[in-house]
């Protein structure tokens, strides 16, 4: 099995990719659908988010109230902080049993974890491969405008709150230019799927 990470900041293409990839035959992991799926009600992260953070974060159905979490965590540092150290080793966990099932499955697997937060997570994947869509902060303020209906200053901040154009590229074996048109990467995305076959 190869295990492939696939990052990029917010509007910069990653689905694009990770899309051109699955049909192309990768098996490719969610890390938002995963983060989702670790915090539903019964599960042991979402308990110990209660417990940190207060009953005031569940609606009434038992569910996480994400707008409420969000509220306390994105005002002060050290709430995000603690909620990254509930939330991220049980990403960590989901995501390796999945990882260990594709090898199972297959022992010659593509796979692809789609997962926006590498940088910031910090967490130790086993990655043969690290794939950074990339593309300009104004190109990505315009498609979240124009694609999302964001106001202008709201797709500002959501892209300064990420990690660093910089960063990302630091921990890059393969760029994929996203700046151009669809099927500039889409044409990038085959030239990896080719790479990753051969």
Do not use: C
């Not at 991220?88 to 789609?114: G, K, M």
């Not at 200053?153 to 990690?163: D, H, N, P, Y």
Request: proline content about 4%; cysteine-free; overall charge negative.
């Amino acid at each position: 099995m190869q295990l492939i990470g696939l990052t990029g900041g917010i509007a910069s293409g990653k689905s694009t990719i990770a899309r051109r990839l699955a049909e192309r035959g990768a098996l490719v992991v969610d890390a938002d659908r995963i983060a989702r799926e670790v915090v539903e009600p019964g599960t042991p992260a979402l308990a110990e988010i209660v417990d940190a953070f207060g009953p005031g974060v569940l609606l009434a159905d038992g569910r996480l109230d994400r707008p409420a979490l969000g509220a306390i965590v994105f005002a002060d540092e050290s709430s995000r902080l603690r909620l990254n150290a509930i939330t991220h080793p049980a990403v960590l966990s989901a995501s390796t049993a999945r990882f260990e099932e594709a090898a199972a499955a297959n022992p010659d697997a593509i796979v692809v974890y789609d997962i926006p937060l590498l940088v910031e997570s910090a967490n130790e994947y086993p990655f043969d491969l690290i794939v950074v869509a990339h593309a300009s902060a104004d190109t990505r303020v315009e498609r979240l405008v124009s694609l999302r209906g964001m106001e202008r200053g709201e797709a500002e901040r959501r892209i300064r709150s990420q990690a660093s154009d910089e960063e990302r590229l630091a921990v890059a074996d393969v760029v994929i230019d996203t700046d151009g048109t669809l099927e500039q990467t889409v044409a990038q995305a085959d030239l990896l799927w080719e790479r990753l076959r051969g």
